[in-house]
Nanobody, 116 residues
């Protein structure tokens, strides 16, 4: 069955960096456009960045120039390098396909908290 296991979150000061990872299994990872999403308290989940099968990348405007999405198809793993973090980046971060897998499955996410 599909599994998405996010990791790498934590508490970081403004201006700091984190690298998120997502280990995927149960589907043909290399055949899907993949994305990172986030959900802040009281807000809807939003797409942060996506990467196509060919490696083309798109970013939400507020993270352009600070976040980098990448993938390693040999390891079925998706990454998100986050630099110059801001308090407004605080959220639970999830990975999924773009659009999300039709199974309706979401992993547990990883909490990112940016605070001094």
């Amino acid at each position: 069955q599909v599994q998405l296991v996010e990791s790498g979150g934590g508490l970081v000061q403004p201006g700091g960096s984190l690298r998120l990872s997502c280990a995927a299994s149960g589907f043909t990872f290399r055949s899907y456009r993949m994305a990172w999403y986030r959900q802040a308290p009281g807000k809807e989940r939003e797409l942060v960045a996506d990467i196509s099968v060919a490696g083309d990348r798109n970013y939400e405007d507020s993270v352009k120039g600070r976040f980098t999405i990448s993938r390693d198809n040999s390891k079925n793993t998706l990454y998100l390098q986050m630099n110059n973090l801001k308090p407004e980046d605080t959220a639970v971060y999830y990975c999924n396909a773009d659009p999300p897998l039709p199974t309706g499955y979401w992993g547990q996410g990883t909490q990112v908290t940016v605070s001094s």
